[in-house]
């Protein structure tokens, strides 16, 4: 990316955030002046406790999501681990075929020969010369017989180890399955709690909603800040990370959809795990993988393309695009968008390069 082309992108992401904190810097927000929380009835939860209680049903989906991610992907390595077995399989009984067809033959050249002791082959011998040659050919046979019974056994103790493999690779792959299933069910769940809360509330109840959402981040943002986290920050991406923030940018305003990986929709991993594939790297593809496989730096050290991990059970993951701000699929019923990289609790920060 040339000079002017990297000014013009970081001048239009440092427009994005610049706008988004206005947003949630203006009058109506700060103060909550444009639209008023109704005052709650004896008994019943204020909006902020049901924002609150949204947030928990949407992370708590979140963590089942990583786990069905995770079993998923499981699963579909070791799918393709028993088809590599199952060709293993069809290449060793072949192998047995061919190894028995030629033992045959060398049973059936024994038996022409008469199976005579030496002494006599060479008493019935026209030639000493011409029966040492014939006696050379037959050790020589004798071994390639040995190791043609030899070779047969390995494939066949191959073939046994093949059929034990695959096996523990089915066990393995249903136990993944039953995780799949009750990973997703726990999501559905979790989704259509919040979504039921969501649904209760009045049109000004949801874009006050809205608004106390923004309220919290801009708090955890501003405090971030503050705090002095992005202190000499500054480094900047490599070309794959460039790459990365370039496939993350282009996907803002498309949904969140739990186990999306594009391109039409995204969970929070899904995007970041894209993101970097489009950068040239495979990456893990769950937030809590990222955490435990990638390499971690310090954030003061975070440069463009590198994967911010939220919360203390690494259920959330954004990426940073630098100045400040990453880009993230938030939860279902919002849209990739572009968010203050402190608006959650970090946990850790990854580099994918």
Request: net charge positive.
């Amino acid at each position: 990316m040339g000079t002017e082309k990297r000014s013009r992108w970081r001048g239009a992401s440092a427009l994005t955030l610049l706008c988004a904190m206005a947003i949630l810097t203006a009058p109506g927000l700060a103060t909550g002046a444009a639209y008023a929380a109704p005052t709650p009835e004896p008994g019943t939860k204020s909006l902020e406790d049901v924002r609150k209680n949204i947030e928990d049903l949407y992370r708590q989906a979140g963590s089942a999501t990583d786990a069905y991610n995770l079993a998923d992907g499981e699963a579909k390595a070791q799918s393709e681990r028993i088809v590599e077995i199952a060709r293993q399989i069809v290449a060793g009984e072949e192998k047995i075929t061919s190894l028995k067809g030629r033992a045959g033959a060398a049973a059936r050249a024994q038996y022409r020969s008469g199976g005579l002791p030496p002494g006599a082959q060479l008493a019935l011998s026209g030639s000493p010369t011409q029966y040492l040659d014939g006696a050379d050919r037959l050790r020589q046979g004798e071994k390639a017989t040995t190791d043609l019974l030899s070779d047969l056994n390995r494939t066949q103790d191959d073939l046994a180890r093949y059929a034990k493999d695959a096996s523990d690779q089915w066990r393995k792959l249903e136990a993944n399955r039953l995780k799949q299933e009750t990973s997703k069910k726990q999501i559905e769940e979790k989704i259509k709690a919040a979504e039921e809360l969501e649904s209760k509330l009045e049109a000004e109840e949801k874009a006050r909603l809205i608004q106390l959402e923004q309220q919290a981040q801009y708090k955890a943002q501003t405090a971030w800040l503050s705090s002095g986290a992005l202190k000499g920050a500054g480094a900047s991406a490599t070309d794959a990370g460039k790459r990365a923030v370039q496939y993350a940018t282009a996907q803002i305003g498309k949904p969140y959809v739990w186990g999306a990986e594009g391109p039409n929709a995204f969970d929070c991993s899904g995007l970041t795990s894209q993101a970097w594939l489009s950068g040239g790297r495979r990456i893990p593809r769950t937030s809590q993988e990222q955490l435990r496989l990638l390499p971690k730096v310090a954030v003061k050290d975070m440069r463009p393309g590198d994967l911010i991990i939220y919360f203390d059970d690494a259920t959330h993951v954004g990426m940073y695009i630098g100045d400040g701000a990453m880009i993230h699929a938030p939860r279902p019923g919002r849209n990739v968008t572009i968010a203050g990289a402190g608006s959650m609790p970090i946990k850790a920060v990854v580099r994918p390069d």
